[in-house]
């Protein structure tokens, strides 16, 4: 009996001691600085997770709202929307960057200044579990552009 329930926690132990379901790596976070009293600001990473997943939201200290936008463009004006939940397909880059898709800090507690470096959490489900990714992103300059510009 006493042998029976110590296979139980054995197992149980062994399960929850797996790794992470999602496996989510995130490369290259950083948030585009403000000026000062500048109340909005994103944040821009690739992520890419090992099995399906789904980014929830996202949550920093620095931030009293923070949201995963959708920019779009529809009859020729950027546009951007607050999306539920964002894809991560198994093995797939997902590429957050100015543009497309971002983390939208709002309401600002302080200025992001160039240099930096912003808590930023994750919180991302896979097979139903959910976990946080904890992730650290530098602050660029407000005009830095998301790629070196080629002159002709
Ligand atoms: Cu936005």
């Given at each position: 009996?006493?042998?029976?329930?110590?296979?139980?926690?054995?197992?149980?132990?062994?399960?929850?001691?797996?790794?992470?379901?999602?496996?989510?790596?995130?490369?290259?976070?950083?948030?585009?600085?403000?000026?000062?009293?500048?109340?909005?600001?994103?944040?821009?990473?690739q992520l890419k997770a090992a099995k399906?997943?789904?980014?929830?939201?996202?949550?920093?200290?620095?931030?009293?709202?923070?949201?995963?936008?959708?920019?779009?463009?529809?009859?020729?004006?950027?546009?951007?929307?607050?999306?539920?939940?964002?894809?991560?397909?198994?093995?797939?880059?997902?590429e957050l960057k100015p543009g497309g898709?971002?983390?939208?800090?709002?309401?600002?507690?302080?200025?992001?200044?160039?240099?930096?470096?912003?808590?930023?959490?994750?919180?991302?489900?896979?097979?139903?579990?959910?976990?946080?990714?904890?992730?650290?992103?530098?602050?660029?300059?407000?005009?830095?552009?998301?790629?070196?510009?080629?002159?002709?």
């Amino acid at each position: 009996m006493s042998k029976a329930r110590f296979s139980c926690t054995a197992i149980a132990a062994l399960l929850f001691a797996l790794p992470a379901a999602a496996q989510v790596t995130v490369t290259d976070p950083w948030i585009r600085g403000t000026v000062p009293g500048q109340m909005a600001t994103g944040a821009f990473m690739q992520l890419k997770a090992a099995k399906d997943a789904k980014l929830l939201e996202a949550n920093s200290p620095t931030a009293g709202v923070v949201e995963i936008h959708e920019m779009k463009l529809e009859n020729n004006v950027m546009r951007m929307r607050a999306v539920p939940a964002l894809d991560l397909p198994a093995g797939r880059t997902v590429e957050l960057k100015p543009g497309g898709y971002h983390v939208m800090l709002m309401d600002l507690k302080q200025q992001m200044k160039e240099g930096e470096v912003v808590p930023v959490t994750l919180v991302i489900e896979s097979a139903g579990r959910r976990e946080t990714v904890e992730v650290k992103a530098a602050v660029r300059a407000p005009a830095a552009p998301a790629a070196p510009m080629k002159k002709h």
